[in-house]
């Protein structure tokens, strides 16, 4: 062993989960000296094994950086900002929080929350807003990630919740990535699909846009035009019904819409698909048949899907295609929605989205309200009863003045929402804004108050990953100066406001407690699951401590796995295996899914590409932790832009100098990389690099935010551009300058 690595060794391990992707992996971290000096991956944990990918060795760097926020910091009249006490900052949230209400309304108040949080932080965040203060305007950035699939699995199964595990790849024939770039963005998944693959029966498909380094494995690989989803998985599913290929008994017996869906898929021949999708006939078919002859298939699926102004009938046009075949509730099946973040499942089940209440609970449904408000001990009708604003509409209201207290807490909006343009300036124009983050960010910095939170490994509580599997994340070490855990910052200001009592917890675990009670009976029970079983072993729910309810509102919380004389739940792998749904028949629904409008913004004349987003492997998003690690960053040099040679060539740049990508909002510069992994007219930028990390613009200052009509998931992934030399701009101005002359002199 070298002398460095030596000198690092651990004093002790402990087991944690990685706080990236929704993959969940298990890691042990080595701990020295108060520090966290090393991680690796845990062999006992189910999601990984003891595989990861490059991005948590990047940990015990951002962790321990000399930029995290230790104080609370208030903004000076002058600018800049000073130093002020726990008990004045939580004060003054107190009081801008109650005088914004009392003053204008509980509308006039929202959170935006974010899918980094743990369980334990969002509801002491959702049990202050809409318990004690009315406040219905609690969104996460999983509504830029997650909702579209929310709304899928709800519309098709009458619940949310992803059916398959991560084993059910281990014996799937076919597997379909769509809009996945699932080697970058979920690299250990990615590990067992290749593991997979060795067996010479098994295919992949991909379809993507971009040849991504997920496609290379592919044995169908389907390079669509961005936006033609649609036509493509009608088309697919026309192939299925044409060739005999649909599980008639499953279908007859356990879905209902057959016949609507069917009907618009028949419109839609290969052939047709193909034209407007840019692919070839033959590989639709081909794609087709592979996944409606294999015995099983999954389809598994994220942003490319997600992210797009049709991101609800998407995902429900993939889950067709896994109904139809009958790919549901069976070993090595189902349609699976891989999620973004860490702790994207754990938000949705705790309510985090504008439109739910812990436990898959509705806020629009009285029933529920009163169950919450039941259990919270607060009068009846306390809780709103209409859903609040989502992020895009928040963060409109913030603009035009009708928000006026806003709390950002785990994300970084000012780089991560679309047409930041508007953003940027609702945010530095919000008459109140706290923002609560573990280090200095894009968004921090147009804050009137930011609060530092205790990061990763410095508090304890629980996620879900993708297969409903719930982890542990441990603390570690101490948090850095004053930092403090999300959940008690909450519960910090509810002391303030007078509401001590109903948030007096003295654990995060105390925290799990009271919320697990809430999913008692629902569709996520997790009344088996508490912080203490967690540290054996992570657990999938549904997962309850008993079974004496004889009519259980929801399906799929499985008896038949439990043997009654175990004293534990062993938790739930596959939901639906007894072919019952949630909805009102207990069918599965297909829906129509008709392909009738492409992208929201056209391309023309003046902004003839479109820009596609998203991410690479060694960077989380806006960076503020990856961003921090020299193992992360190394050999990265800035933001880039992906072109065709023909786009390329068109637009005048060359490889390997700056250009400029503009849209009708705004523009940013990014190296050019000429490559013909991307389709001519499409070009891809990931959107890791904010403001703090480049001057020329960040990616976002291009995209747009028209949404998806259910989800309400801003289409991220389709802005219409074109891409110059840089120079350019100030060529065109000049040009500009000698047309105004020469119209002067025309007219004198
Ligand atoms: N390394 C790394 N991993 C991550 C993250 C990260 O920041 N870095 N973030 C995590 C999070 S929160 C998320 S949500 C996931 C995202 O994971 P992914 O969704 O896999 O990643 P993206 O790069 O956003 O987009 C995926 C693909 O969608 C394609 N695409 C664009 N338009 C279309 C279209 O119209 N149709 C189809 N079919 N495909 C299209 C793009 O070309 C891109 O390759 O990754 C998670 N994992
Ligand atoms: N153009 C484009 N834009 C996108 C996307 C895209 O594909 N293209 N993808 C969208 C998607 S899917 C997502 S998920 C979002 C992600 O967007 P963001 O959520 O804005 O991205 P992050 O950089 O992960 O921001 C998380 C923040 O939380 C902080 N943090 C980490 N741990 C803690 C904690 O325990 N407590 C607190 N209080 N703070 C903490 C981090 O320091 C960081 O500043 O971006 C969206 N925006
Ligand atoms: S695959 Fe996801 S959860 Fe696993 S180590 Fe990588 S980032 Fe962490
Ligand atoms: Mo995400």
Redesign the pocket.
């Known amino acids: 062993m070298a002398a460095g690595k030596k000198k690092t060794a651990p004093e002790r391990w402990a087991r944690s989960t990685c706080p ?3 993959v969940g992996c298990g890691v042990e971290a080595g701990v020295k000296g108060g520090r966290i000096v090393s991680i690796r991956g845990d062999r006992s944990h189910p999601a990984n094994f003891g595989k990861l ?1 490059p ?1 948590p060795a990047g940990l015990p760097e951002a962790v321990h950086h000399p930029d995290r926020l230790t104080h609370p910091l208030r903004r000076k009249p002058g600018g800049g900002f000073g130093r002020v006490s726990w008990d004045e900052a939580l004060g003054e949230v107190a009081q801008k929080l109650g005088a914004t209400i009392r003053d204008h309304g509980p509308d006039a108040a929202a959170f935006y929350v974010s ?1 980094q949080l743990l369980t334990e932080d969002y509801y002491a965040a959702g049990k202050l807003a809409r318990g004690y203060l009315g406040v219905a305007n609690v969104d996460s950035n999983s509504r830029l ?2 909702s579209s699939a929310v709304a899928g699995y709800k519309g098709a199964f009458g619940s949310d919740g992803p059916p398959s595990s991560y084993a059910d790849v281990g014996y799937a024939e076919c597997i379909a990535l ?5 080697a ?3 690299p250990v998944t990615f590990g067992r699909i290749l593991q997979r693959k060795r067996d010479p029966r098994v295919s992949v498909i991909v ?4 040849r ?1 380094a ?1 496609a290379e494995i592919a044995d169908v690989f389907l390079p ?1 035009r ?4 649609l036509a493509l998985a009608n088309a697919m599913l026309r192939v299925v019904l044409d060739e005999g290929l649909v599980d008639e008994r499953f279908v007859g017996r356990h879905t209902e819409g057959f016949e609507e869906a069917a009907e618009i898929a028949y419109e839609w021949t290969p052939r047709r698909a193909a034209r407007v999708c840019g692919v070839e006939a033959e590989d639709i078919v081909e794609a087709a048949r592979r996944f409606g002859e294999a015995k099983t298939a999954m389809a598994l699926w ?4 997600n ?2 102004a049709q991101g609800t009938l998407k995902n429900r046009a993939i889950i067709n295609l896994c109904l139809a075949t009958g790919n549901v509730g069976k070993v090595g099946t189902g349609p699976f929605s ?4 860490p702790n ?1 499942m754990g938000g949705r089940e705790v309510g985090g989205l504008a439109h739910l209440l812990p436990g898959y609970r509705l806020i629009e449904n009285e029933g529920d309200r009163r169950e919450v408000e039941g259990a919270w001990g607060i009068e009846e009708g306390s809780i709103p009863s209409k859903p609040g604003l989502p992020a895009v509409e928040s963060f409109r209201a913030l603009g035009e003045g009708d928000v006026k207290f806003l709390w950002v807490a785990a994300t970084n909006p000012a780089a991560s929402m679309p047409d930041l343009n508007r953003v940027r300036k609702a945010l530095a124009d919000a008459p109140f804004l706290v923002v609560s983050d573990a280090y200095p960010t894009e968004t921090t910095a147009l804050a009137d108050l930011v609060l530092p939170a205790a990061a990763w490994g410095e508090k304890a509580g629980a996620m879900t990953n993708s297969e409903r599997r719930v982890s542990i994340v441990e603390k570690l070490v101490e948090p850095p100066g004053e930092a403090r855990a999300d959940w008690e910052i909450f519960a910090g200001v509810a002391r303030e406001m007078g509401f001590g009592e109903a948030f007096g917890w003295g654990s995060s675990a105390e925290v799990y407690e009271e919320y697990r009670e809430l999913t008692r009976g629902r569709f996520p029970d997790v009344t088996g699951i508490s912080h203490e079983r967690l540290r054996e072993r992570p657990v999938q729910w549904p997962a309850p401590d008993r079974m004496d309810h004889e009519e259980r509102p929801f399906h799929g919380i499985a008896r038949s796995i439990w043997e009654r004389d175990e004293e534990e739940h062993p938790g739930t792998p596959r939901l639906y295996v007894d072919k019952k749904f949630n909805t009102p028949s207990g069918k599965a629904r297909f829906a129509p899914t008709p392909h009738d409008a492409g992208l929201a913004e056209e391309t023309g004349t003046e902004f003839p590409l479109v820009l ?10 806006t960076m503020t932790r990856t961003g921090r690690s020299a193992k992360l960053t190394k050999g990265l040099s800035g933001p880039f832009v992906m072109l065709h040679p023909d786009a390329a060539g068109s637009s005048g740049v060359t490889d390997g100098e700056a250009a400029r990508v503009v849209s009708e909002r705004g523009s940013f510069v990014a190296r050019a990389v000429v490559t013909d992994e991307m389709q001519a007219g499409t070009v ?1 930028a ?1 959107f ?1 690099w904010g403001d703090l990390w480049t001057e020329g613009g960040s990616v976002n200052d291009a995209t747009h935010d028209e949404r998806d009509p259910v989800s309400l998931q801003p289409e991220l ?2 802005a219409a551009v074109r891409v110059e030399p840089v120079g350019a701009e100030e060529a065109t101005r000049e040009e500009r300058a000698t047309a105004e002359a020469l119209s002067a002199w025309d007219g004198s």
């Open positions: 990236y992707c929704g990918c991005k899918g990630c997650m769509w809009g996945s770039n699932t970058d963005c979920h379809v993507d846009p971009r991504t997920t669509i961005p936006g033609t989803d994220t942003m490319g899907v992210q797009s891989l999620t973004g973040q994207a596609s987003t998203g991410r690479i492997k060694n960077q989380w998003h891809f990931p890791h992934k389709g």
